[in-house]
């Protein structure tokens, strides 16, 4: 997650050097001789907000599923006992999870795990 944000902020800082440099008449390394057209400087900077705002809305959404609460069912495929918990989304991760309550949880090789949305009566705790 936090590469995937650093990654988003160093085009965005490249973005606006290139675009800085331009609208200031200097240089640009490998860029042709010749100024672009009005029409094009605009459609550069839409297409930089554009991307800013996508970035954001899928840090957003990202952001929101990882905090959704989930119903995870342990099944013990040997003796075919269930437990359930509730966990958020976000701290589920391969064969282990930490519930709501904090508890770590790491399942055995005999168990299978089951995600589900939470019960909303259920999910209205903290």
Partial sequence: MIGKLVLTL???AGAYLVVRARWRGEPVPGARLGQPSR???W???GLLVVMLAASGFYLLHDWQRGREVVEVRVLNVAS????RYLARRGSVEGRRFRTLDGIEVRLADVERMLLAPAQSE???GP
């Fill in 10 to 12: 160093a085009v965005i």
């Fill in 122 to 124: 259920v999910a209205a």
């Fill in 43 to 45: 459609a550069a900077a």
């Fill in 80 to 83: 075919g006992a269930e437990t």
């Fill in 39 to 41: 029409a094009l400087r």
